[in-house]
């Protein structure tokens, strides 16, 4: 049979092509999702709307707790790092599984993508089919997370579509690990699956299987993860069969419509009801210093700090529009995002605050309207800009969208509801080499789920216990999660002192890890932080949590250590006075570049991995000097940081306990607060002082070539720097940089 004369697999003859212009022309001209200004299941049949809801999602869910136990890899089976999503015959999402929410948005625009670019006709969709994809361009946020797409039929319809995505620990790049951190482009940050039918009759093609299991470190996890992808898939199929048997096709399928629209509707109310109309805007910043990296071309070897000015304006209707206008130019690293990745990172964090009240699925995306301007780290330009990290900075840029919600929030007097913003999960561990049992490994060592949440409107952040990319964030089981795939041991993991910011209220704490290599051979590690910038900032007065930091001892006298049954450090706890190099003889290496290439470490070498808190909230002045000593008994505060952060004097007494001294603490606070009036001038002040060094490029190099990038890039927010700071148009200093 030729192509072209493949029979329409849409609704009532139709193709899907022309069903998804006819879908988006009707919200076009209605503002309903399918037009649907009125919903006969949700309205007039209530509890049958929720029975369909319930059932269809509790398919997902529990697909997705049976399909995970079939991975071997801790990424999946320990962190859960794996979603189950089923969407309309256009591809919007209709209901998604609980994990790795950030994909309630990416897969839908997978699926647009292959009927955009007329897959129904070549290669066809039929029952049974598989698709897979991985590519950022298509619809993805980086490409460790590897897409399975099955199409749903029902008497000859394509009625859904059925999905599930895992975030895989290799995919064959330059550097190890799941999203690569040394490659320049996207030539050299490993495999990429174009959108693509990959087999039939629900079996894969042995084909694509030797093809992806030759290019990873990780072959036999990524065939298991393959697998618990399909798996869930057909449960979710087996369980929508028995659905539309008893409900009724016409029934599921007005039902899909109007979850989607419900959806969007649930959102503006929540909007309308939660936030306050205006504009907001909270910018963020990142750093890539690869200046001093060996290894990289001179155009990736430079140190780049990333802007994000991210602002939302708030409608009275309840809609929204966001955008990054002003983000600086994509560069030659694997930090760039694509508009799918940054759709999915809102989303994320939109599910758990704000979209958070009905079931999760595009309805939302509906009531938004987003822009990434072209060019810029947000909508690359080149299609050889690399994405493969994009979560770098995607942690950083969007750290502002829980600020803004907060701000809305307390505008409208919802204080539980506030959120100071989210600790970066980084430092990562990246390595390979050959592991204890003498075969090839590739470390992704993801127990930096465990960063600190940001404090809350009326009490303390998380501590150890929260990663925005996954609501459901596990830190994994040292042994059978870490030390059974990486050569390395255990020698503590604890909560790190002082990585929350402080603040009335302190941001949650992270944890720290010592790490000793252990029967390895040509093994490689590398640290993935933010080391040279605040990323989060406080809110309210609070202050920002901490920056990374590198340390390794190299060299030492571990084993030595070890035979002699001796104390060996479980953390490195006080930066400046390191339990670590107090402890381990040896070569140590400390300093602030957290961000590295992959370094090689031999047996008795330690790694220190240490995680980043949230940011604090409230003026730390204005802490219960409580609630101080209880962080001092606990370990959450270095001592000498409970004057200097709070004005409190606390004692020790002979029994280990802290106590305050209440006169002492009064008249410190008294006398910080004097200080702080005294050293404080007026903002015009301020002004008349640093114009004229922003005139003149007195800045990093770094810091002007981010803002000449960002004003070659806009026109509305470039003219509004210059404006601000009264740069002439044609200014010398400020030119805009040059096109990549």
Known sequence: MDMKSKPPVGWNGTTLKEMLAASERRFADTGHYQGLAELPIADRKPLLFERLHLKLRGALVSAREVARNISASPIVKELGELCFTVFTPEGDSVTLSTGIIVHVHTMSDVVKFMIRNDFEDDPGFAPGDIFCNNDVLAGNVHNCDIHTIIPFFWEGELVSWIAGVTHVPDVGARTPGSSPVGPMSTYDQGLTIPPQKIGENDRVFRAFRDMYKRTSRTPLLLELDEKTRLAGCVMIRQAIENLIREEGIDTYKQFMREAIEQGRRSFIRRVKRMLVPGRYRVPS???????????????????????????????????????????????????NCSPSALQGGMWVMMCQSLADAESINDGAYFAMDQHFPRGSWTNPDNPEAGTAHAWHFLWSGLNG??????????????????????GTTTNILYGS??????????????????????????????????????????????????????????????????????????????????????????????????????VNCGLFGGYPS????????????????????????????????????????????????????PEPYSDGDLYVSVIQGGPGLGDPLEREPAAVVKDLAEGHLLPRFAERLYGVIAVQGPDGAWHVDVQATAARRAALRRARAEESVPVAQWLATETPRVQNGELPPWVRRM????????TDWGGEFKAFWGIADGSAVYEPAAKK
């Open 433 to 534: 080499g050959l592991n204890m049992f003498g075969e090839p490994f590739a470390a992704t060592n993801m127990e930096m789920t465990g960063a600190g949440l940001g404090a809350r409107g009326c009490r303390d952040g998380l501590d150890c216990s929260y990663a925005m990319w996954n609501p459901e964030s596990d830190i994994g089981d040292i042994e059978t999660s870490w030390e059974l795939w990486e050569p390395m041991l255990y020698l503590g993991r604890t909560v790190k002192p002082n990585t929350g910011g402080a603040g009335k209220y302190r941001g949650g704490n992270a944890l720290e890890s010592v790490r000793l290599v252990w029967k390895s051979q040509q093994a490689v590690f590398q640290h993935v932080g933010h080391g040279m910038v605040h």
């Open 546 to 597: 901490n920056t990374g930091y590198r340390r390794s001892a190299h060299d030492t006298d571990a084993f030595e250590l070890i035979a002699k049954q001796a104390p060996l450090p479980t953390n490195d706890h006080d930066p400046e006075h390191s339990q670590v190099e107090t402890m381990i003889k040896g070569r140590h290496i400390v300093d602030d570049n957290a961000l590295t290439l």
């Open 707 to 714: 803002y000449q990038e960002s004003i070659r890039l806009s």
């Open 401 to 422: 969208l829980f600020r803004f919600l907060s701000h809305g929030y307390h505008a409208r007097g919802f204080i539980e509801e506030v959120v100071a913003g989210y």
């Open 285 to 335: 910043f990142c750093d890539v210093p690869w200046e001093n990296e060996r290894g990289h071309l001179p155009q990736a070897a430079v140190n780049t700090l990333m802007n994000a000015p991210l602002e939302f304006t708030v409608n009275s209707d309840g809609t929204m529009k966001t955008t990054l206008d002003g983000a600086s130019a994509w560069g030659f690293h694997t930090m």
